[in-house]
């Protein structure tokens, strides 16, 4: 959680951060169900073909906390989402 707030501080809106930190402050009880889904939200304004942000939304909107995915590899500016 530590190095994910320490790159939001130099990136404040980028997507996997968004998502990392939703899903970490969740599991570890720091914040809620709606406030991971607001991060959420955010994080899909920023890049709105994000799979794992769009897996993550419906797993809050449908109450399944149990697949939430972090992304393991983020994404590069330079890479083109498909």
Known sequence: MKYFENARSVKPFLPELLNNIAIVKFLIGN?????????IEECLLHNPRYSDAKNNLICFTEGNPENLTITEKPLRETLIHN
């Open 31 to 39: 914040i809620g169900c709606s406030e991971s889904k607001g991060l």
